[in-house]
C-alpha cells in the first residue's frame, strides 16, 4: 500500500510493467494464502516473473495470437506425421515460463530450498501469466495437472519417466499435459465414453504362449500396463502433448463413470515412434489461439494404464479439481489485466477537456470494477488455498470439504465476471476496445471460453449439490465462515461482520431446504445456491482481509472494499440506494482504484451511522 495513489496517466497501456509490483491486491492475496516462509522465498520469484510476464511474454502473446499454432497431419507422401507448427515466440515463451519453475517448483525443491513449494505458488505465477495468455495457461495448467495425478495414483512408479519430464525446469526436457476427456457423442456425460483399451501382449517366440506386458499391483495381482486406444476424442487442448491423460473402457468393465480406467498417451511411444493416432484438424476457436486444440482418432495408440483399473474417473477429478481452479486463477488474471488496461485509459483519455477518470460515473465504473476484482481474486485464491492444504495432507478431512465446495463455486462465478469485466474494458477503450490492435479485444476472446472449459455453469451447479449431499460439507463451511468473521475486533468493520452473519444464517436454512427438497427443485436451485454461496463467502474473507490490513498497515482501504461488496450483494438498499445520497465512489476513489492508503478515521463517521441505524 502506498500513501500517495498510484499515477496510472504515467503508463501508455498495461504492457512493459511489472504486474507483480503494479497489483497490491495480489500480493496482499499472496501472501495471506502462502505458508509464512514459502511466501518469503517466493516474493523475489514472482517479482521476475512479473516483469517477465509483461514485457517480452506479453509482446510474444500478442504476435503468436496473430501467428497460432499450424497442424500438418500428412508429410507431402500422405504418411501420418502429426506435426503441430508453432511461430517462433510460442516456443520462447514456454521456454521462459517452464525455466521460471512455473510447474516445477511445486513438485521439485528449487534452488536454495530442501522442499517443495505447494500448488498456490504454481496458481499465483499461472494468475501472473493470465495477464497476457490464459490460453498459454491451458498447456501449463495440465502440465501441473498430469504431474499431480501421477504423483497421487502412480504408486507402482511405472511412469515415472513421464512424472520427471512433466516437472522438468529444462526446456530441452520438459514435456507437457493434456486432458482429453469430450467425446462428441457424450459431452459433459463423461460415463457416455466409448473409448475402448484393449491389453496388450508381448511379442511371441517359438511355442510360447502370448503373455500380457504387466506389473504388479498393490494387491499382489499381476496386471496389464500396456494398452491400444481405439476411439475419438472431439475436444482436445495441447492436441499433441507426450503426457496425455484419457479415460478408456477395457473389455468387460461396466458402463457408466464406474467402468472407465485413466491411461496416459503419448504423442511419441517410449520407442520413439509415432503413436498411433490422428490428428484430425484443429478447431476455428474464438479465442486462447496460442493453445492448439483440435480432433483425435486412437487407432490402437499405445497407453499407459495409471493406478488401478476401473477408477479412473476417481482419479482424473484430482486434475478436474485443480483445472478449475486453474480456470478461476485465469478468469482472475484477465479481471486484472483488463481492469489494468481500463485505468491507464481512463486516466490518460481526455474529454471534454478532462481526464475521464475525473467524472463521476467512470469514477464509479472503475470502483465497482476494482471490488469486482478483488472479490473474485479472494475467492478464487482461497479455493487454491484448500487444494494446496489438501494436497500437502490427504488426511485434512475439512480442507478436502472446503476444497471441493469452493472450487466449483469459484469456477463458475469468476468465468462469468471475467467476461462481464473484459466487456465493460472494451467499452472504456472505446472504438480502439473492438479492434483487433488493442489487448481488450484478445482479453474479451479468451475470456468466453472460462465458463465453458472443466464444466459449465449447469455442470459445476450439480456438482456443488453432489458435494453438500456426499461430503456433509456444510458444517464445515459454516465454521468456516465464522472463523473468518470472528476476526473482525475493529468497530469499523463489526456492522458488516453482523450483516454477513446474518445472512449466514439464512444460507443456513436454504441449505436445509434444499436438503429436504425434490432432486427436481434442488437442482432448479442449484446456480442460485452457488451463487449465494459465493457471496457469504466472498464477504467472510473481505471483511477478514479489511481487519488484517488494518492490523499490520493502520489502513482502512479494505475496509470500503468490504462495504462496497456487501452492500450490492447482501443488502437491499432503498430506491436501489439511489436515495440514500452517499457517493462512495467519489470520497474513496483514490483508496480504492488507486490504492492510496486510508486512515480508520475517515471511516469511523460510517461507524456511527451504522450504530444509529
Known amino acids: 500500500m502506498t500513501d500517495t495513489p498510484f499515477d496510472y496517466s504515467t503508463y501508455d497501456e498495461g504492457r512493459h510493467v511489472n504486474y507483480w509490483r503494479l497489483d497490491p491486491a495480489l500480493r496482499a492475496e499472496a501472501e495471506r494464502v502462502y505458508p509464512e516462509s514459502e511466501f518469503e522465498w517466493a516474493t523475489s520469484r514472482l517479482d521476475e516473473f512479473g516483469e517477465l510476464v509483461g514485457t517480452t511474454i506479453a509482446d510474444n502473446a500478442d504476435v503468436i495470437d496473430d501467428n497460432g499454432p499450424e497442424l500438418h497431419t500428412y508429410d507431402r507422401d500422405g504418411n501420418v506425421q502429426n506435426v503441430v507448427e508453432y511461430h517462433p515466440a510460442q516456443h520462447e515463451n514456454e521456454r521462459l515460463t517452464y525455466e521460471s519453475g512455473i510447474v516445477a517448483d511445486a513438485f521439485d525443491p528449487p534452488s536454495g530450498r530442501n522442499e517443495p513449494l505447494g500448488l498456490v505458488h504454481t496458481l499465483t505465477m499461472q494468475l501472473l501469466l493470465s495477464y497476457v495468455d490464459v490460453g498459454f495457461v491451458c498447456p501449463v495448467s495440465m502440465t501441473a495437472g498430469a504431474a499431480l495425478v501421477l504423483r497421487n495414483h502412480d504408486a507402482d512408479g511405472e511412469l515415472d519417466d513421464y512424472f520427471e519430464a512433466l516437472t522438468s525446469r529444462s526446456s530441452d526436457s520438459v514435456i507437457e499435459g493434456a486432458m482429453f476427456l469430450t467425446e462428441q457423442q457424450g459431452g459433459s456425460d463423461v460415463g457416455a465414453v466409448e473409448t475402448v483399451a484393449e491389453p496388450v501382449e508381448a511379442a ?31 475436444f482436445c487442448s495441447n492436441i499433441d502433448a507426450d503426457g496425455t491423460l484419457a479415460l478408456a473402457r477395457r473389455p468387460g468393465a461396466p458402463d457408466g463413470t464406474a467402468g472407465l ?79 489494468l488496461e ?34 473474485a481474486l479472494a475467492f478464487a485464491m482461497e479455493a487454491g488455498k484448500w487444494l494446496d492444504r489438501y494436497e500437502r495432507n490427504h488426511d485434512d478431512d475439512d480442507a478436502f470439504r472446503l476444497m471441493r465446495t469452493l472450487t466449483p463455486i469459484a469456477k463458475h462465478r469468476t468465468a462469468r465476471m ?51 449431499e456426499r461430503e456433509s460439507a456444510h458444517e464445515t463451511l459454516r465454521s468456516h465462515v465464522e472463523t473468518l468473521l470472528d476476526s473482525a475486533e475493529n468497530p469499523h468493520l463489526e456492522h458488516l461482520a453482523d450483516v454477513v452473519s446474518e445472512e449466514l444464517e439464512d444460507l443456513s436454512r436454504a441449505l436445509a431446504t434444499l436438503a429436504d427438497a425434490s432432486t427436481e427443485y434442488a437442482q432448479h436451485e442449484a446456480k442460485r445456491l452457488a451463487d449465494y454461496v459465493f457471496d457469504v463467502v466472498t464477504a467472510s474473507l473481505l471483511v477478514a482481509n479489511a481487519q488484517r490490513e488494518i492490523d499490520t498497515s493502520n489502513d482502512a482501504r479494505k475496509v470500503v472494499v468490504a462495504e462496497w461488496f456487501i452492500e450490492q450483494t447482501l443488502l437491499d438498499a432503498p430506491s436501489r440506494g439511489i436515495s440514500t445520497g452517499e457517493a462512495r465512489p467519489l470520497e474513496y476513489f483514490d483508496a480504492v482504484v488507486k490504492h492510496a492508503s486510508l486512515a480508520p478515521e475517515a471511516v469511523s463517521h460510517r461507524n456511527e451511522s451504522h450504530e444509529t441505524e
Open 342 to 375: 481500463s485505468k491507464i485509459k481512463a486516466a490518460n483519455r481526455e474529454a471534454f477537456g478532462n481526464p475521464v477518470e475525473e467524472y463521476p460515473l467512470m469514477k464509479r465504473d472503475l470502483f465497482e470494477m476494482t471490488v469486482d476484482y478483488e472479490a
Open 418 to 468: 471475467a467476461v462481464d469485466t473484459a466487456s465493460y474494458a472494451m467499452e472504456i477503450q472505446g472504438g480502439n476496445g473492438y479492434v483487433s490492435e488493442f489487448v481488450t479485444h484478445r482479453l474479451y476472446r479468451d475470456a468466453q471460453v472460462l465458463p465453458i472449459w472443466e464444466g459449465t455453469s449447469n455442470i459445476l451447479a450439480l456438482d456443488l449439490l453432489r458435494t453438500f
Open 261 to 339: 480406467s485413466l491411461f496416459l498417451v503419448p504423442h511419441r511411444r517410449r520407442d520413439g515412434g509415432l503413436n498411433d493416432q490422428l490428428y484430425r484438424r484443429l478447431k476455428d476457436k474464438l479465442g486462447t489461439i496460442s493453445v492448439p486444440t483440435g480432433e483425435v482418432e486412437f487407432d490402437g495408440a499405445e497407453a499407459y494404464l495409471v493406478g488401478e483399473p476401473e477408477r479412473g474417473f476417481k482419479y482424473m477429478t484430482t486434475m478436474l479439481n485443480w483445472e478449475r481452479i486453474t480456470n478461476a486463477v485465469g478468469a482472475v488474471g484477465i479481471m486484472g489485466r483488463s481492469l
Open 204 to 234: 511371441v517366440t517359438g511355442d510360447e504362449s502370448p503373455e500380457p506386458v504387466t506389473a504388479e499391483s498393490d494387491g499382489g495381482a499381476v496386471q496389464t500396463r500396456t494398452y491400444e486406444l481405439t476411439g475419438e476424442k472431439w
